[in-house]
Every structure is written in C-alpha cells, then in structure tokens.
C-alpha cells in the first residue's frame, strides 16, 4: 500500500542547518497561539472530568511512549489502535471530545475531518452503508465509532504532549508545547473522495484536488516542463511507516512562479497546515512562506482537471504529498516536516 514507482532510490536525508531552527511566533502571535493551547488544554482536561480511571488510562500514554507514532491510514482489523474508542464513549464523553476537536482543529479543519470520518459510513460494507465484501463479521471494521483518540503526555498548557486522533484514512497527530505546535506528520485520505449527503455533494479533499489542478493550469510551457517529474508515482513515498525517511527535491522550484503563483501554491499548503487552530497555524504558515525560495512543487501523471495526479510540495521543513489510489474516488495524502516531526525540536525548547 506504500510505494512508489521510479527513481525511489534518489530518497536521501535532506534538511537545511539554517532554516532547521524552529520560527517562534512574534509577541502577540505567540500570546494568540499560546491562548490556543490553553483552551485544547481546558477542553482535553473537560474530557478527562468525564472519564472514570479506566477511561482516562486508555486515553493518557507517557511522554515519549511508542504510541507516539503508531498510527496508519488502515482500518480497524488490519491495524489495531489503543486510546478511547468513540464507539464506546456515552454520548456526554462523545461530545466533550468533539468539543476537543473543535477546539484543536480550524473550523474548516473540523469539517474537513467530519467529511473524512463520514466517508466512511457510504463506502460499501460500513454500517448502515450499501452492502459490500468488508464490514462487521468479516474481521475489518470502519466507520465512524472506529475512531480513536489518546494524549501522549499529559494535557499541559506549557510542556510538550500531544494529541492524537485517528482511523481508518485518518492520522492527526498534533504536538503542542505551550505557543508552539505542529501536526507533522499527519495523513488526510478520502474514499470516496465524492460522496452526496442530503443532496448535496461532498468532497472532503476537493480543494487539496483543486487548487493543485489550478496552480498546474497556470503554468507556462517552461515552467509546467521543470514540474513534471519524468517517471511515475502511484502512492505515498513518505506515508505511514515512513519515519524518518526524506526525498530529494525535485520539480519546479517556487522562486522560478510568480507573485500570484506563489500565493497559489501556499493557499494549497494551507489546506493541511490550517487543519490546526487558526492562531497555531499562521505561525506555521508564516514558517512555510520564508522557506519560499527553497520550496519545489512537482507532479507526476495527467493535468487535465479531473484526471488522477500525484503532486508533492517539498520544503525546508515541509513535505506534502497527495496520491491517488489507481483512481480518482480514493486518494491519500501526507503532511510532514522532516525537522519536526512529532513536535522534536520542542523538546529542547
């Protein structure tokens, strides 16, 4: 389920000295940002009051546990998760870690992870959905009980832990410490990736999809020529059980775009960093727009709008990738900083 097909072996460890430092917010972003944390913090801790010593046990690991990064885009029976099952929650501990979310995600964030959670209701074999070969009674189980949710350390308005919640084509990971945050790495899929709720069509990656098709038209002749890797990739290189691992750049360096270009390609980067909370990701964002000059775009397969495509953003302390599933109804993507993946520079903060 993870690989990719081409020159693989140009992967290398890549990171630049200068530009590994982490970028602090300024005083009032980081006053902001800090205020963010503590009110994750007051919901994480409004969960908690909800949960007898079982609960809490299930949702809370050590600092520094392995749990940290177990995570995977497989459905339960294929990958077993530990943490708090929302299936098994009473409906008040439900809403006090939805409430959770809402406090950690953006709004638009929040129902981009709605719409990834509630596409696993209309795949065949969910319950309640249309009849197919997975599902109860055949050891693979999705849907949106099948969700799960842990602390790694202890909820701290200033030490470092983290906030994990995650399923089947899901994977948050984000790691607070105090006005500093990253949800590196984190997975977005999407199966369907177009589905009709009440009549009207969603599609929980569709501006991953379509700001990416944009930016690609926008591109002149010479320019659209650097982008465009010459071998193809059909899947994530730097997905689930992929720690550690980096890419040479490769593409179309963003310094050789234009204004209006470059605003374009960091509206679509904005689609994974501002799944956090509006005040943790403009200091993300405001990181991601000086490694600029440095950033490369490159895509793989057809550009014609509604044909499936495989495209990666590559930074300083950045890596995106969005990749299509032998079609355009399933697609997985990764959000990465190789600098900072699980919060690590935090530690020495």
């Given amino acids: ?70 995570w995977s885009n497989l459905p339960t029976g294929i990958y077993e998760r530990a943490g708090l099952r929302l299936g098994d929650l009473t409906p008040a501990q439900r809403a006090a870690a939805m409430a959770l979310l809402r406090a950690a995600f953006s709004p638009d964030g929040y129902r981009k992870v709605l719409e990834i959670m509630h596409g696993d209701e209309v795949l065949p074999g969910a319950p309640g959905g249309p009849p197919g070969v997975r599902g109860p009674g055949r050891g693979i189980k999705f849907g949106e009980d099948e969700y799960y949710l842990a602390f790694v350390g202890a909820p701290s308005a200033s030490a470092r832990w983290m906030l994990q919640f995650g399923g089947h084509h899901l994977a948050i990971n984000l790691t607070l410490a105090g006005a500093l945050s990253t949800l590196a790495p984190s997975h977005t899929a999407a199966q369907p990736a177009r589905y009709t709720v009440e009549g009207r069509t969603v599609r929980p990656l569709g501006d991953e999809n379509d700001r990416a098709f944009a930016l690609m038209a926008s591109l002149d002749a010479q320019q659209r020529s650097q982008a465009l890797l010459g071998y193809d990739v059909t899947d994530l290189v730097l997905g689930p059980g992929q720690d550690g691992r980096t890419i040479q750049p490769e593409g179309l360096r963003a310094s050789a775009l234009s204004a209006p270009q470059q605003a374009m390609l960091l509206d679509l980067v904005r689609e994974w960093a501002g ?13 991601i727009r000086a490694g600029l000059p440095q950033t490369w775009f490159a895509w793989s397969g057809p550009t014609t709008e509604g044909s499936a495509a495989y495209f990666r953003i590559q930074g300083p302390a950045l890596v995106i990738e969005y990749a299509p599933q032998r079609g355009v109804d399933h697609i997985h993507t990764i959000y990465r900083d190789p600098t900072n993946d699980y919060g690590a520079r935090f530690a020495h903060d």
Avoid: N, Y
Wanted: with cysteine; glycine share 6%.
């Fill in 1 to 70: 389920m993870h690989r990719a097909v081409g020159t693989v072996a140009c992967l290398i460890v890549f990171a630049d000295a200068g530009l590994a430092a982490e970028a602090k917010p300024a005083a009032p972003a980081q006053a902001a940002a800090a205020a963010a944390t503590a009110r994750i913090v007051a919901a994480a801790e409004a969960l908690l009051g909800t949960l007898d010593e079982a609960g809490r046990a299930k949702v809370q690991f050590p600092e520094g546990s392995p749990q940290q990064a177990r």
């Fill in 275 to 287: 799944i956090a909370e509006d005040a943790l990701a403009a200091p993300r964002m405001d990181e």
